[in-house]
């Protein structure tokens, strides 16, 4: 909005270069020398407009004399103190946190904006500021965070079609709405209804337990019905099961800086199957409990969330259901998900691989 009421300012000896950034969006902050690369070939589209602005080589060397020297990092000043002008519901200490620089530390400009451009990916501020002011002789370091225009909370829409050869198809649609910011240390809670051929009302709340947000717990209920469509190897038969399957689970966990986390959790879980078609059989209908344990790894470095250029996603994760925690039958199973993306000059490509088992136990 602060862009467009600028734009309105210009007059006709101005010049306005808008370039096109493609998929680069103002988060990809690790994709700036990208940004920077569709600027210069946008501003040499406007090279005659610009060449009237341009002074004679004699002019600006000139200029550049005048110039004082750039400090070098010796002559940088020390912080003597960090303030934090927060107009958030997050604490100060969450925001400070994301600073690597300290009180007694020479001032790094790289590292500095580095790290407002992390403070701003939280996606908690409009605005992320700083400036630098004397006090009593000293030298200090003043952060500003300005909220968000639309509010900390999101709404969320979404919609799935799909169909197949066979002349099944499905439709959905879904409604998310989340609560950021619920406390000082940035709890979210986040409520998620989808309807449709696939029902399912999931609650869950997270909340970092530290002022850097490195471990967090992450209870939730989830509720669903969908079908699931089932093969016998030994018979080829086909069947098909309406599940009705609620759980409550806990999850506890740590944050790997911003590229990964370590999960664990406990859940339990009770419900139904119902035949569609096929043949019926025991070991698929009926009630059914389930209680156990998981383990998780998750990582995520790719640079776009859409179209990725560089980086990689993964997924590790063991459950197990046992008896002494509620579950009909003991069963272990481990999934494995890895995708990489490789760029060759304009090309790139995101081969991904999918692995999933079971490890012991009967899944009936």
């Not at 740590?254 to 139904?272: A, F, K, M």
């Not at 209680?291 to 996603?313: R, V």
């Amino acid at each position: 909005r602060n862009v467009i009421e600028q734009v309105k300012t210009l007059g006709k000896k101005d010049i306005l270069i808008t370039p096109n950034l493609h998929d680069v969006s103002s988060i990809d902050f690790d994709r700036s020398s990208d940004a920077m690369r569709f600027g210069v070939i946008a501003a040499q589209g406007q090279q005659s407009a610009l060449s009237r602005l341009s002074v004679s080589p004699a002019n600006y060397l000139a200029y550049q004399t005048a110039l004082p020297p750039t400090p070098d990092a010796a002559e940088r000043p020390v912080i003597n103190f960090v303030r934090i002008n927060n107009h958030t519901r997050l604490a100060d200490q969450v925001i400070e946190q994301q600073l690597e620089i300290q009180p007694g530390d020479r001032l790094d400009p790289e590292k500095l904006h580095r790290n407002l451009n992390e403070i701003y990916g939280m996606g908690n501020f409009q605005r992320v500021n700083y400036t630098l002011v004397e006090e009593q002789g000293q030298t200090g370091l003043v952060v500003e965070t300005v909220p968000r225009d639309v509010g900390a909370d999101r709404l969320q829409f979404g919609l799935f079609l799909g169909a197949n050869l066979k002349g099944d198809s499905e439709f959905d649609i879904s409604a998310a709405y989340t609560m950021t910011e619920i406390n000082s240390l940035g709890g979210q809670w986040r409520n998620f209804l989808q309807l449709g051929g696939n029902l399912a009302l999931i609650s869950d709340f997270y909340q970092p337990l530290d002022a850097d947000q490195e471990y967090f717990l992450n209870p939730y209920l989830r509720y669903e019905q969908y079908n699931l469509d089932l093969f016998n190897e030994a018979y080829g038969e086909n069947a098909s099961v309406r599940v009705d399957r609620t759980e409550v689970g806990l999850l506890a966990g740590r944050n790997l800086e911003r590229w990964g986390r370590v999960v664990l959790g406990l859940r339990y879980g009770s419900g139904r199957n119902d035949l569609r078609f096929g043949q019926p059989s025991p070991d698929y209908e009926g009630n059914f409990t389930d209680g156990g344990y998981s383990l998780g790894w998750q990582a995520d470095t790719l640079d776009n969330i859409d179209f990725p250029t560089s980086g990689y996603a993964g997924n590790l994760t063991f459950r197990e259901s046992l008896t002494a925690l509620g579950a009909d039958r003991n069963l272990s199973t481990l999934n494995f998900e890895f995708a990489h993306a490789y760029t060759w000059g304009k090309y790139s490509v995101i081969p991904r691989v999918r692995l999933a088992g079971r490890t012991s136990g009967d899944m009936g």
